[in-house]
Structures are given as structure tokens and as C-alpha cells.
DNA sequence: CGACTCCTTGAGCAGCTTCAATCGATGTGG
DNA sequence: CCACATCGATTGAAGCTGCTCAAGGAGTCG
């Protein structure tokens, strides 16, 4: 399932271990809330999030909207498409970013290392999105919160005695925006989940999987 | 929308103009029906359709497609993630291809043009599986299957008098599998199209755009 | 001509949405 | 400190869109 677009957040490899050049950029923080950059702006720099989560999101004329993804640390955003962005991005909380510039990703020369992480960085984007492409097309509503839920816990999840715990920055309707459904079923879909003891509700933001086997058998 | 993964189909532009190292190479054909790679495939080269359309899909455990991508001339596909390709690659017709080494993508050295045109090709990928993004998760059944014909009218339709007419190589049940709905959905809205005056059919395969403004004023 | 595949059409149903009301958490002012 | 307003989350009821199941039609190829 699509959540990110991971440049590779394993400790020790590249894109998080600035010591050169472009890498030596000072992290910045964006305050939750406020918007990194909007649809149609001109691409100058793409940016890596180091800590937070900011959403992206894409809206119709008449307002329906897709959040297209979420970024999480580690992962990259803000790749240009004829030198605009065609999504909105703002921070779901306080988030810190490192940034760089456009021409590292289409100009090789100055930086191959980066260069080629920016890259590889969008190539599995690219196939990320395709996973995605089969949830938003061919899943059903609790396939795809479980999908969404499995994925964010194994990637984002902490541990917590024998279980496993998220915290969900987003609202639902942002989670329902991804997943291409309304509130209202994804809200309908937790209460599911959690009276069939597969999770447990720690507030709204905070998800416990009490059983990962079952998560994934829904998925 | 989303249709298929240009790197430029301008006449004149780099992509379609072979003429250095790389470009040399000869295109050769993929008999209608036959696979170009599957799902899994070490990646060994990237493909751009020069005649034809080819179609890429993804399969889940059990039977559910989701058609990623419909390539036409001028598309590039088979962008690598991981080293693999992560869709079945299959030609809807006769298909000429003209290949590249996949270290053509990854190491710009040999020829920079040609890395920045499959960068670019990548990019604009990104950009179009967003708009398909919002077409999967937020349209109706009636606005997918306008969008989907008024895309592929717009970049390969032919003049025909006062109209424009498209063949449409691939099986309703593929365009289902695009748009992420069912074979039967699909014909029930060709028919509405039909009977309110926006279409013609001339066979199965062969649609003329009667209305374009009504169908734009659908998507 | 007959068999096959794909497309179309119909009827009934299910899942998700829509509309609406309530609940719960958070923040503000008196 | 509490009453109240506000916003998001939850729950309920009803309706609609698109799916499922089924049958018949159209084109193709042996």
C-alpha cells in the first residue's frame, strides 16, 4: 500500500547522513498547519522530512479532495512534473525538513550520490503508487483501512509489551481522503476493528493492534 | 487522468528521435497478446512504444486486477523499483518498442540527454498517476469512463469531418480494471453516452466523439 | 455452421454514501 | 471553576450507486 516515498531510511545509508555538500543543508521546521508549497507553484527544491508528518493533497474544482500521500520521516516529496508541483502540501504537526535543490535530482553533475538517491527515491515512488493504484481501485472499505492501519504499524508502529502502537497524526476525513471513502465508513470501519478485538482505540489518534495476524489477514 | 507515461512525443523532441548511441537501437516488434516482462522481472531495460499500445497490470492473490497503465507511442514503461519491474507488461496490439539499458536511468554518463529524457519521462509519471489518484478515488462511474474517453480523445484521437473518432484497442473489461470498476458498469455508461448524444460506436472498439464539450463538461 | 469470446442488457442486492443527530474533547469567557 | 461554543468523531436510518448473477446478442474463427 501507497503511504510514502521512501528514499531509504535505514540508519547509516545516505539520505539520512548529511556530511556533504547539499546534505550539509540545515534542517527547517514547519509549523503544524502551515503549507510547504501549493499546487502549480514552481518546483525549486525538493525536501526529505526528518520529523512529522505532512500530508499531500490534491482537490477538484467542486471540492472533493485526495490526499495523495502522507510523508513520513524519511521519505521525499516534491518531485516536479514540467517544473510545477501538481499537489498541495501543509504539515499535520510540527515537522522538520531538510531541502534540496531541483537541479541535484536533474542535474547529476554536482552531487552523484544524491543524485542518484533522489532518484531511486522517485523510482519507488513510482511503484509505490502502483500498490496504491490496486487499493484505491479493486479494495474494499475494511480492506482498505486494514491495509492502511498494517502498513503505517509496521512502519511507523512502536512496541508496547506484546502489541504494537501508532499514533495517527491525520483526522479520519484525512484517512478517508486517501482511501477514496467517507468519514463516516472509516469511522464505522475502527468501531468494526476494534469490537472484533483487532485493535483498541487509545483516543481518537492513538491505535493499539492487539492482532497483527488478523490485521493483515484483512488486507 | 491518467493514461500513460510520456518522456515527450513532440516531433523533434529527443525521445522519438533516435539518432545517438542509445537511440541506435533498433525497435523491434511484440506480436498483440505477447509479454514484454512480468511482475517480479529483474530489470534489465527500459521501453518506449513507438506504434501499438501495450497494457500494464497488477494482480492480487485472489483474481483482482488493476490495469496500472495503458502504454501508447511515445510512453515510456518499465521503470524499476528495487531492481524489478512490479507490473505483467502485455501488448494490446502488434507493438513496436524501442529499448534502453536501465543504466541509461541510473548512471547518466554515457548519455545525459537521454538520462535526463527518461528522468523526465519518470517525473511526468509521477505527476500522471496523481490525476489518476483523484479519478479512482473521487469520481463516479460516469465521470471515470468521460474522463478516460476525452484523455485518450485529446492525445490520439484523428479528425474525422466535424468530429473525433479513437480506437479503443483494449477489452471493456480492461478499461474496468483502469478505471476500478466492472465490466458491466463500463457498457452500461457506454450505452448512456451513446443514447444521449455525446458518443457514437462505430463496433466495439471504434468510438466517435460526437459532443466534446458535453464530455469534458463529464469529467 | 457452430463454438467461442466479448459485449450488452436486465433484475435484485449489498456496500457505501448521504443526511442527521449525538457524543466527546478542547478551548474560551464570565 | 464551570457554562458554553466549537470542531471532530461516532452512530443511526434511509437511499443510491455500482456490483452480482444471469441471460441473450454480436462478432470472429475454425
Redesign the interface.
Known amino acids: 500500500m501507497y503511504v510514502t516515498m521512501k528514499i531509504d531510511a535505514d540508519p547509516g545509508t545516505y539520505a539520512l547522513t548529511p556530511s556533504l555538500g547539499e546534505r550539509q543543508a540545515v534542517p527547517f521546521t514547519l509549523k503544524e498547519h502551515s503549507c510547504l508549497y501549493f499546487e502549480g507553484d514552481e518546483v525549486t527544491r525538493l525536501y526529505q522530512v526528518i520529523t512529522g508528518v505532512v500530508r499531500l493533497t ?1 482537490l ?1 474544482p467542486d471540492g ?3 490526499v ?1 500521500a502522507f510523508g513520513y520521516p524519511g521519505d521525499v516529496i516534491g ?4 517544473g510545477r508541483h ?2 498541495d502540501c501543509d504539515a499535520l504537526v510540527d515537522t522538520t525538513l531538510r531541502s534540496f535543490k531541483r537541479s541535484a ?2 542535474h ?1 553533475d554536482e552531487d552523484p550520490d544524491l ?2 538517491a533522489l ?1 531511486r527515491a ?9 500498490d ?3 487499493m ?3 479494495k474494499s472499505a475494511s480492506e482498505k483501512v486494514a491495509s492502511f492501519l498494517a502498513v503505517i504499524t509496521e512502519r511507523h508502529g512502536r512496541d508496547l509489551g506484546a502489541y504494537r502502537q501508532i499514533t495517527l497524526p491525520m483526522a479520519r476525513s484525512d484517512i478517508a ?1 486517501f ?2 471513502l467517507t468519514t463516516e465508513t472509516v469511522s464505522r470501519t475502527f468501531t468494526l476493528l476494534r469490537k472484533s478485538g483487532v485493535i483498541a482505540l487509545d483516543g481518537v489518534h492513538t491505535v493499539i493492534v492487539l492482532d497483527a495476524d488478523a490485521l493483515h489477514a484483512m488486507t
Open positions: 490534491r477538484l472533493r479532495r485526495q495523495i518531485f516536479p512534473a514540467d501538481h499537489t535530482l536533474e547529476g543524485h542518484d532518484l522517485a523510482l519507488r515512488e513510482i511503484s509505490a503508487m502502483q496504491h493504484f490496486m484505491l481501485g479493486r481522503d482511501l477514496g
